[in-house]
């Protein structure tokens, strides 16, 4: 992703920050899942679920992809995706809380 970010600040004169926010957006995220490890056990006997996301693994691909194919469009794409991103770690940090409670 920093190569992207680089690539397409000297390429295109890009800016860099989208990417700085995608990054924070994925530590965010993965706090989120991270926080709430050890949550009730569910009927099935696991202490670990995932929610269902928009920002999954394959739609993480996706991006990445869609960043080296067309880097002119990599920083809007960025800020989307930042957005999409942090929206799944808030709807996480909801659900998550909600059980405890």
Known sequence: MLGVAFGASQEFGAPMWPFLLVLLA????????????????????????????????????????LWLLFPAYAWPLAIVWTTIVLADAMRQIVVRYRLLS
């Open 26 to 65: 994925y530590y965010v995220n993965g706090s989120s899942l991270l926080a709430f490890f050890r949550s009730p056990r569910r009927q099935d006997g696991r202490s670990l679920s995932f929610l269902t996301e928009f920002s999954g693994a394959t739609e993480t691909m996706l991006v990445h992809t």
